[in-house]
């Protein structure tokens, strides 16, 4: 059991350059987030899902979007990379709304040059 | 969701009781109170989470008063591989959002 798989580990990115950082769950939970990680910070959330087909915005949304296609993936895209985007990126999923234990992923570590 | 204040930084001795302290004053009555842990630059874990009562598993204890308004995570037996940054969460019920925020937490540091 993988359980919370990100990919890549680690990224450098140009100004401006798009991307996406993969996540995916092999635990059939409904709700998968993407938080980043600045040093000295807490994590802040980014966006969240509750199902497929279904996203909302957390604290930090700017600069960044999601899609929910299937239970299993949820990535998060880029789309003009700025150097205040440097960060560590984790995704987290849970099972519904009983579970609340949050499952984290090994997280991406971006530079944005 | 209520905000919660945590000492910064706490050190213990291995072999010894770890007990870090988290205020959340203006918790409501269907919030529960959250520990997870984030060991160097891995993805958090989750520890242990309670509503009133006080709640024990493998890894830890969780007590919380009786006005709800504070409450203290318990390693029982510190080892030095409990040095982590341990945060604690308050939130909306098992049907609340999933908008789940994280501070700075106390940076737990074992000492042999």
């Known amino acids: 059991n993988a359980g919370v798989t990100q990919t890549p580990k680690f990224q450098v990115l140009k100004t401006g350059q798009s991307m996406t950082l993969q996540c995916a769950q092999d635990?059939?939970?409904?709700?998968m987030s993407w938080y980043r990680q600045d040093p000295g910070m807490g994590l802040r959330l980014i966006h969240y899902?509750?199902?497929?087909?279904?996203?909302d915005q957390g604290e930090v949304p700017n600069g960044y979007n999601v899609s929910r296609s299937t239970t299993e993936d949820f990535p998060l895209r880029l789309l003009s990379a700025a150097p205040s985007q440097t960060s560590v990126y984790f995704c987290?999923?849970?099972?519904?709304?009983?579970?609340?234990?949050?499952?984290f992923g090994s997280g991406t570590q971006l530079s944005v040059l | 969701d209520a905000k919660t204040t945590q000492p910064t930084s706490m050190d213990c001795a291995e072999g010894r009781a770890a007990n870090l302290p988290c205020n959340h004053s203006?918790?409501?009555?269907?919030?529960?109170v959250y520990w997870y842990r984030q060991i160097h630059s891995q993805g958090p874990q989750y520890i242990i989470h309670g509503l009133k009562n006080n709640e024990t598993n493998e890894m830890a204890s969780l007590i919380i008063t009786e006005d709800r308004k504070s409450s203290t995570l318990i390693l029982p037996h510190a080892t030095l591989r409990d040095t982590a940054v341990y945060y604690c969460i308050v939130r909306g019920g098992p049907f609340g959002n999933e908008k789940l925020t994280f501070g700075t937490g106390t940076r737990l540091t074992i000492i042999p």
């Open positions: 635990m059939n939970h409904e709700y």
């Open positions: 987290a999923s849970r099972q519904g709304r009983r579970n609340e234990k949050l499952f």
């Open positions: 899902s509750v199902g497929a087909g279904i996203t």
């Open positions: 203006t918790i409501s009555g269907n919030e529960y």
